[in-house]
């Protein structure tokens, strides 16, 4: 059976070796922040840690990037708001 | 400036930064002449962008020869520290102190020299809706199939300028993946005017032809004079306008029409990654491209004794000359620290000379045009960090006199996000110099004290790491 990460409570299978980033794009999931300013849906642009457009929290811990972290079995990974520490966009 | 953190990552003659084909070579290298020597590199596994590849997944990635001898040869002899991103080079007493992060918790190794080979990701221009979801750099959507398995859509269009957009097609295509089209904005009849370069690479050539097969064979169509001018969609990309472009990329009155797609892979060539040198007080020099790279000597010696760079970094040219370049380096360090070379360096010597030449050549054939400017509308984002919109940048020229940008960056927080305008300092330097009048001076935002965002205890010294960046 393949290994699960939980996202927004939800379980999201991925195989071994995926980032987070890239078992949400395989599971049809485009977007997972919202812009600080305007709202504005992002997910992932350059793939390879550069832009910093896919941060989500994982573990509690926010403004991770989706395209760097390894998923892992049991991981808790949220999407994220605004500056990801649960504050409005200014 | 004094590390507080001491050497836990231990102490090395060479530490080579960068797991790619440079990194490796120069890793390679110095391990054969007898040093010791560490590798870091954020992946979880060596290879880079160019030989990313699934895990286990060994045997099917591309020039596996050369890419198994390589990584073989630095795995037995040098120290491999994985998923780890250096964020800064310092020096000591003693030599150069190397500081990697895994999340909060950080690395620091001594090295007698360093050789820097950080690569590129591909360089951007912005266009009304290439902040939408289904919109990624042309690198990050072969990332996600190469390194992955994940397709990044069904109906995908790929476009923007240079040979590397024909393996990301392939790639996406071999994979399933409908290529709607590939759109090349440049004419590549311009290689017709760089025979002898060619000539002295069939190698590179007969690669680009077995993509442009590949492709015809999956039905794909590959344009040239054709760009991709806008994306549209409400949460995510549903289609781009594709337009014909004259040879300052400027659109052709009545060419335009609407694609659909559910992804877009677009990269206009590439950006090479600089900070740690510069960080250093390396020189550098501007590039047939335009781009902003570390300045070396024969040896790959940059200005500052005992910092090699390789790849990339000193000049965007692709994989083999990547490895060319690192081999030089990897024995220059070495013999340096009294290390006798046991390898013919002419041989890396002519390769690189050579495959100099064909960069040169295919950065001419595939410039960046301004025309890009005319595709922008007042609210098209410059900076995605901080959505500073266009119009915000003409208005910081042309309202409070800012001629550079720098003062643009500080007047509009174009480039102060995240990303620390890696994204879009090219296309705000072009931008301000178009508006300004002024020549473009893209190093005023390629300066940054952090190559990647770090916790605060870090900066501040402090011996535990915190949590919270």
Known sequence: MRPTFAFDGRDLRFQPGQSVGAALVAAGVRSWRTTRRQGRPRGIFCGIGVCFDCLLTVDGRPNVRACMVPAREGMDVRSQDGGGHADPPR | MPIPHGDQGGRYDVVVVGGGPGGLAAAAAAVRAGCTVALVDAGPDLGGQYWRHRPGRLDRAPARTTFAVLAE?????????????????????????????????????GAAAVVLATGAADRQLPFPGWELPGVFTAGGAQALHKGHGVRVGRRVVVAGTGPFLLPVAAGLAADGAHIVGV??????????????????????????????????????????????????????????TVARIDADWRVRPGTSRTVRCDALAVGWGFTPHIELALGLGCATRVDFDGSVVVDVGEDQATSVPGVYVAGEACGVGGAALAVAEGEIAGFAAAAALGHKATAEPDLAGRDRARLRAFAAAMHHVYPVRDGWRDWLEPQTLVCRCEEVPVRAVVESVHELGATDARSVKLLTRTGMGWCQGRICGYATSRLVALESGEPATELGLAHRPLAVPVPLGLLAGSPETREDP
Do not use: I, M, Q
Request: glycine content about 10%; overall charge positive.
């Open chain 2, 73 to 109: 040869a630095a795995r037995s002899g040098a120290k491999h520290l994985a998923e780890h991103e250096v964020w800064t080079v310092g020096t000591d007493d003693r030599g150069f102190v190397v500081r990697a992060v895994n999340g909060s918790a950080e690395r620091t190794l």
């Open chain 2, 183 to 240: 759109f090349e904005a440049n004419a590549t009849s311009g290689w017709l005017r760089r025979l002898p370069a060619v000539a002295r690479n069939l190698g590179r050539v007969s690669e680009a032809a077995a993509y442009r097969a590949k492709l015809a064979t999956s039905g794909a169509r590959y344009r040239t004079g054709c760009a991709v001018v806008a994306a549209h969609g409400d949460t995510h990309v549903e289609a781009v």
